[in-house]
């Protein structure tokens, strides 16, 4: 499968075509079974910052949505309450 360049005496491995298959070369079936368990590792732990993200996300937006329903009451009372000084105001 290498062909040279150029006529040249460097070899250059040809890509794989579709329907052909490569086998991988120089790993033994330790070092393949160590790789896919560290790789299971670090997919379980990004799961599990992803999970604190998004409960951080719903932390921070129920925060800012508590904070606008008090911003709306604190207008409502304080409407109602120029409401009250302006009937006080007119009788007077």
């Known amino acids: ?16 075509q579709d329907d052909e298959y490569e086998a991988v070369e120089g790993l033994d079936r330790a070092s393949i079974e160590c790789t896919r368990m560290h790789e299971a590792a670090a997919a379980k732990k ?20 508590i904070y ?9 009372r304080l409407r109602g309450d120029v409401e009250t000084l302006r009937t006080r105001i007119d009788k007077a």
């Open 1 to 16: 499968m290498n062909s040279s360049i150029l006529g040249g005496s460097q070899a250059v491995a040809e890509p794989p």
């Open 46 to 65: 990004t799961a599990s910052d992803y999970e604190h993200i998004v409960w951080s996300y719903g932390v921070l937006w129920s925060l800012f949505a």
């Open 68 to 76: 606008g329903v008090m911003l709306w009451r604190r207008g409502a």
